[in-house]
């Protein structure tokens, strides 16, 4: 919030992509290694890794689309693709490493400060689980990339449908304004439970534009028979959540953004994404449903909250509403390709403005 206060007083826009991802990525290496998580620029360090892993594990394969290149080029191309892997693989290994021999350390000293963090965790259950050191840096590592870009995009796109749709922002503001206590600075969690627009608008966001819209890929491990499709032991099984949530016979206007479906009354007022209801799966369901489900939503819904408690947004100049282009990026999570920029505008500013300029 000091950021964009910051970007608000010298009147400069804001890459909302950019400062969400930042914040979630920030968010996760807190969880993952405690309040000194900015120690020797950690918390960079760890986004230009997880930025590494998502180019290697969703990017571009030439030999997918052109086998025939597969033995002239996908020598070098395959040569090139093991050194990156074992480069990011090392950088990732000593990084952690250290984080969790720092937490051994901390551990094994008397009065240590208390406060735990999810290494402290993992550490504290190793014994009783037989959790290998390998395992507890895959799992850390699982963390970062299932949690950062996710939230993030959630953020990003959730600000592009407001801004596209001012009435649903205005909508928004003032539940979000009135249910926070008068003269409070920004809206702390404990507000969040009476907020249900705002719960409604993250929904909507979820269902237009889920961040993993194939979901993981999954393994069938008996025959079944789904709706009278048999499906063999050992298929891929791929779900297209994203043509789930738009399909026109489970959805009442589905290509609309309306948050209000989700309401007391609206046609999808009984409909939530905790893996029971599967017209609506944006984190999975089933025993692999996403493991950061309530991290996730409780990350998106304290942010976009604060977003428009703290600040009025406005357009740059030349760009109107109808400009705002959706259009997603290839990968494993899916982002918009076109950066969202946009001015803050501290709320109570006019009003100052106006006094001052009274005075
Ligand atoms: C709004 C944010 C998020 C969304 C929409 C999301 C969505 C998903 C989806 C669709 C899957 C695949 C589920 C399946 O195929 O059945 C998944 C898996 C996973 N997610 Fe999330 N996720 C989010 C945030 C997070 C966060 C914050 C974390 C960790 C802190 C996390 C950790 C994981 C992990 C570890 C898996 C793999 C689980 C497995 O393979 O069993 N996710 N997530």
Redesign the pocket.
């Known amino acids: 919030m000091a950021k964009i206060r910051e970007a608000g007083a010298a009147t400069t826009a804001v890459d909302i992509g950019e400062m969400m991802n930042t914040f979630a990525n920030d968010i996760?290496s807190r969880?993952v290694s405690g309040k000194l998580f900015r120690v020797e620029g950690r918390n960079k360090l760890f986004r230009e890794l997880v930025d590494n892993n998502s180019v290697l594990l969703g990017g571009f394969d030439l030999e997918n689309y052109f086998p025939s290149l597969a033995n002239s080029l996908g020598f070098l191309t395959r040569w090139f693709l093991r050194n990156r892997v074992h480069e990011t693989h090392k950088r990732w290994d000593e990084l952690l490493e250290k984080i969790i021999r720092d937490h051994e350390r901390r551990k094994s000293m008397q009065g240590h400060d208390q406060e735990s963090d999810f290494t402290d965790v993992l550490l504290s259950v190793q014994q009783e689980y037989g959790i290998t050191r390998d395992h507890m840096k895959a799992i850390l590592i699982?963390?970062f990339g299932?949690?950062t870009d996710?939230?993030s995009s959630?953020l990003e796109v959730a600000m592009a449908e407001l801004m596209r749709k001012p009435w649903v922002m205005t909508k928004l503001q003032s539940e979000v304004r009135r249910h926070t206590p008068e003269g409070q600075e920004t809206v702390e969690e404990e507000n969040l439970a009476s907020m249900a627009y705002l719960r409604a608008v993250v929904k909507e966001t979820?269902r237009l534009h889920?961040?993993?819209p194939l979901?993981?890929p999954?393994l069938s491990m008996a025959d079944c028979v789904v709706d009278g499709y048999t499906i063999p032991s050992g298929t891929r099984v791929i779900?297209n959540?994203w043509a789930i949530s738009r399909d026109p016979e489970l959805w009442e206007e589905p290509e609309e953004f309306m948050p209000e479906r989700f309401m007391d009354g609206g046609s999808a007022a009984a409909i939530d994404f905790k893996g029971n209801d599967f017209e609506f799966v944006?984190?999975?369901?089933?025993r692999?449903?996403?493991?950061?489900?309530n991290?996730?939503?409780a990350?998106?819904e304290i942010m976009l909250a604060n977003l428009v408690y703290c600040f009025d947004w406005q357009l740059p100049d030349g760009i109107e509403a109808k400009d705002i282009d959706l259009t997603e990026v290839f990968g494993l999570s899916v982002r918009p390709k076109e950066k969202l920029m946009l001015f803050p505008k501290p709320r109570g500013h006019h009003s100052m403005q106006i006094t001052e300029a009274g005075h």
């Open positions: 996760i969880a699982d963390m299932a949690g996710t939230s959630v979820l889920p961040p993993v979901l993981v999954h779900v959540t944006p984190f999975g369901a089933g692999r449903i996403c493991p950061g489900l991290f996730g939503l990350t998106v």
